[in-house]
């Protein structure tokens, strides 16, 4: 979960990594919700462990540079 100040920044932030959950590999389902000043992402796996880790790469990449460009 990522908190943020503002509404706003909160659902630009969701739809920065929102992309991402539509182009998840199989066996990978990922939903991300916002909801006032949280984002929400929820990971369902299963398969290789290295494709887990560079799906929350991915996330936490997207969510940082959405992050960079609001400020």
Known sequence: MLEYDQARWAKAVADAVSAD?????????????????KVVTRV?????L??????LDDLMFSASAAEKTLR
């Open 44 to 48: 369902e796996w299963q398969g290789k």
């Open 21 to 37: 959950n539509v182009k998840a590999p199989a066996g990978l389902i990922v939903r991300t919700v916002c909801t006032d000043k």
């Open 50 to 55: 290295p494709t887990f880790i560079a799906t």
